[in-house]
Every structure is written in structure tokens, then in C-alpha cells.
Nanobody, 127 residues
């Protein structure tokens, strides 16, 4: 079983940057596809970015493409989300998610396909 802990959220002005980290416990992190999702009150959890365990595949929501970058360091059991040129509409609670897979290139855009979740970290972008 994997436990996930996010960090790096905070308050930033529009146009600024933040880097979120997701630290994972467990011996097989390198075989987990990782994803970032976000949620605002009253709305469904929304896909942001995902990366396969091989790091060979990444995918992004259209709303963040070109501004956000997902990465991972398997040796450190950590996944990252670098967020640049932040906008007020990026304000949300950001969650890290994981799912084990036998496929090196697998990624999971649907939040219901992910098995493990962190507690979330708040990102607030002021205008």
C-alpha cells in the first residue's frame, strides 16, 4: 500500500510559480503511475496532469498545458508538479494520486481509476 503526502501549496500572485511535491511511502513507488488532480468546492475532482512510472508518458489538462510540468524521481519516491504562470482559476485543493500498473506507459486521467490519494494541499492564486 502507498501513502501519499503533498506539500508546497500556498498563496501566490497571478503570474507566479509554485512547485508541489508528493512524497510516497512504500517499496514499489517506481511501479505506480502518478497523477495530480484539483478540486474546488461544489465541483468534481478535475484532472491536471499524469505521468507513467517509466516517465515515458505524460499528459496534461488543456487548461494547464504549457504552464505546468509533471515529473518524478523514483529514487526519491517523489512526484512533482511545477506550476508556472499561475492564474486565479488555478485556485483549488491539489491532490496527488497513484495507481499501480504493469504497463510502463500507463497514465490515468479519470480520478476514479486511481487507488491512492494524498490529503491535498491548498493553492490560492490572487489576482
Amino acid at each position: 500500500q502507498v501513502q501519499l503526502v503533498e506539500s508546497g501549496g500556498g498563496l501566490v500572485q497571478a503570474g507566479g510559480s509554485l512547485r508541489l511535491s508528493c512524497a510516497a511511502s512504500g517499496p514499489t513507488f517506481s511501479r505506480y503511475s502518478m497523477g495530480w488532480f484539483r478540486q474546488t468546492p461544489g465541483k468534481e475532482r478535475e484532472f491536471v496532469a499524469a505521468i507513467s512510472w517509466s516517465s515515458g508518458n505524460t499528459d496534461y489538462a488543456d487548461s494547464v498545458k504549457g504552464r505546468f510540468t509533471i515529473s518524478r524521481e523514483n529514487a526519491m519516491n517523489t512526484a512533482y508538479l511545477q506550476m508556472n504562470t499561475l492564474k486565479p482559476e488555478d485556485t483549488a485543493v491539489y491532490y496527488c494520486a497513484a495507481r499501480s500498473s504493469i504497463f510502463a506507459g500507463a497514465i490515468y486521467r479519470d480520478y476514479r481509476e486511481n487507488d491512492y490519494w494524498g490529503q491535498g494541499t491548498q493553492v490560492t492564486v490572487s489576482s
